[in-house]
C-alpha cells in the first residue's frame, strides 16, 4: 500500500472511531462528576419504575432514589439482576446521572442511568452498559407515594 493511501486509511479509522471515544470520555466524566445534593436530587427522590426497551427486547426494573441527611443513593431492582445499591450520583443540567459496576460472567461492566425529565412531565430513561456496547432506553414513572 502507498504511504499516501497508509496515511487516508489511517485518518478514516480515526474520525470513524472519534464519536465512540468521545462517549466514552463523557461517560466517564459523568461517572467521576460530583455527587448530587438532596435538594438538586429532590425531583427524582421517590421510587420509580423503568420500562425499558433493549436489542434483546423490553425490561422491567425498579429504582429507589433516596436521601439521608444531604447523601443521596439509590438501588436498582430486577428479577435478572437482583438489587444493585448505587452511591455515585450527579446531575448534569436537568438529568440525574447514576453510575455503578456490577460483574456479570466474571467480567467488571460499567453502567449508567440517565433520567432526563421532559416537558410534557414525562421522564425518559436510559442504561448505558459496557460503554454503549449495550443501551437500553424507554421511560420512567414515578410511583405515587401511598396515602
Known amino acids: 500500500m502507498s504511504r499516501p493511501r497508509t496515511y487516508f486509511v489511517a485518518l478514516v479509522v480515526a474520525l470513524l472511531m472519534l464519536p465512540s471515544l468521545a462517549a466514552s470520555a463523557?461517560?466517564?466524566?459523568?461517572q467521576t462528576g460530583s455527587q448530587v445534593s438532596a435538594t438538586d436530587a429532590a425531583p427524582f427522590i421517590g421510587d420509580w419504575t423503568l420500562a425499558l426497551e433493549g436489542p434483546n427486547g423490553p425490561a422491567t426494573m425498579g429504582l429507589a432514589v433516596k436521601a439521608e441527611q444531604e447523601k443521596v443513593s439509590a438501588e436498582l431492582s430486577s428479577d435478572a439482576m437482583g438489587t444493585q445499591a448505587i452511591t455515585n450520583i450527579a446531575k448534569?443540567?436537568?438529568?440525574?446521572?447514576?453510575?455503578?459496576?456490577?460483574?456479570?460472567?466474571?467480567?467488571?461492566?460499567?453502567?449508567?442511568?440517565?433520567?432526563?425529565?421532559?416537558?410534557?412531565?414525562?421522564t425518559a430513561?436510559?442504561?448505558d452498559f459496557a460503554g454503549g456496547a449495550y443501551i437500553m432506553t424507554g421511560t420512567a414513572t414515578k410511583k405515587e407515594k401511598a396515602k
Open 125 to 127: 430513561a436510559q442504561i
Open 92 to 122: 448534569a443540567d436537568k438529568v440525574l446521572v447514576l453510575s455503578y459496576s456490577f460483574t456479570y460472567d466474571g467480567n467488571n461492566v460499567d453502567a449508567v442511568i440517565r433520567l432526563t425529565p421532559a416537558a410534557d412531565g414525562k
Open 26 to 30: 463523557a461517560i466517564r466524566a459523568q
